[in-house]
């Protein structure tokens, strides 16, 4: 039984992968604008890790300084930077895919330095004129891209000496999550709707993000790798909090909607996230800042 399992799976998932039903923008969109009410459970527990990357000495006393922030989910990092910024000649444009997130952002920023703009980041990229801004913040979400075609529009788009400000995910984020999915897919494999590729696009490690940068001729300023480990009183709140924040963003879609579906993972969260009377999760990622050579 449990051989036939593994070959039904592995054939649905091929069937799947050749007829191109995969996780795609609009269904991280979708699941964005879902979690966006519920976002703030991020920001509390992981805010202090973004202000690392948040460090602007350099754009302080200057003139009609323009910044990017690059998926800027519900405006954390536009506020921040508006808060230390003063000057009246200092603008950000603030892009992300979901509109609900914008929605809060415009409801948390008010500041008229900020400007908002709903659509999906590479084409937002493209559309941008060579050399506009002097500083690009990314919290999260590169691995949504390719790598390879937004680290060139970044270098395309900052000025000369423009710092780009990062903070990702990494192999070895989530750790146990994706065995528990890739389990589940195994246990129902007729329950399949899409498959994910987003843990394919996650930097293995701080070298390989500074070899992505590098290659596009950026130096590196501040390199660093952080893990973080997150616990809860049960299985549910452990599970709850990864659907609320967009941890776990498109997993959704990986199966059709059913109970026992979530029945199943947390089950499975409950048997292998349990530690000291805990459920456990880790979160590792790289924070990183860059100069355009």
């Known amino acids: 039984m449990k051989l036939f399992r593994k070959i039904h799976t592995y054939l649905k998932m091929v069937f799947l992968y050749l007829t191109k039903r995969i996780v795609r923008r609009e269904d991280y969109?979708?699941?964005y604008n879902i979690a966006a009410s519920t976002y703030h459970n991020w920001l509390n527990k992981m805010n202090k890790h973004t202000n690392t990357i948040l460090?602007?000495?350099?754009l302080k006393n200057r003139k009609n300084i323009h910044i990017l922030d690059f998926a800027c989910g519900t405006g954390y990092i536009s506020g921040y930077v508006l808060s230390e910024l003063k000057d009246?000649?200092?603008?950000?444009?603030a892009v992300d895919i979901s509109d609900k997130m914008i929605e809060?952002?415009?409801?948390?920023?008010?500041?008229?330095?900020c400007s908002f703009i709903v659509q999906d980041g590479t084409d937002f990229l493209f559309g941008e004129e060579d050399e506009k801004y002097d500083a690009i913040f990314c919290g999260y979400a590169l691995p949504y891209f390719n790598q390879k075609k937004v680290?060139?529009?970044f270098h395309r788009?900052?000025?000369?000496?423009g710092t780009a400000h990062f903070i990702t995910n990494c192999k070895g984020t989530l750790k146990g999550i994706d065995e528990i999915y890739i389990d589940t897919m195994k246990e129902y494999p007729s329950s399949l709707n899409k498959i994910m590729e987003i843990r394919y696009q996650l930097p293995k490690n701080q070298n390989e993000l500074k070899s992505w940068f590098k290659r596009r001729q950026f130096s590196i300023i501040f390199l660093d790798?952080?893990?973080e480990i997150v616990s809860f009183s049960s299985p549910e709140n452990l599970y709850n909090w990864l659907k609320n924040?967009?941890?776990?963003a498109g997993t959704g879609h990986i199966f059709t909607e059913d109970e026992k579906i979530v029945e199943s993972i947390i089950d499975k969260i409950k048997n292998r996230c349990y530690y000291e009377d805990k459920y456990w999760i880790n979160h590792k990622f790289i924070q990183g800042i860059f100069k355009k050579e």
């Open 245 to 248: 924040t967009g941890a776990i």
């Open 88 to 93: 009246a000649t200092v603008k950000i444009t």
């Open 29 to 31: 969109r979708e699941e």
């Open 151 to 153: 680290i060139k529009e």
């Open 225 to 227: 790798t952080v893990k």
């Open 104 to 113: 809060l952002a415009k409801d948390k920023i008010s500041d008229s330095r």
């Open 55 to 58: 460090k602007i000495d350099h």
């Open 157 to 161: 788009i900052l000025k000369k000496d």
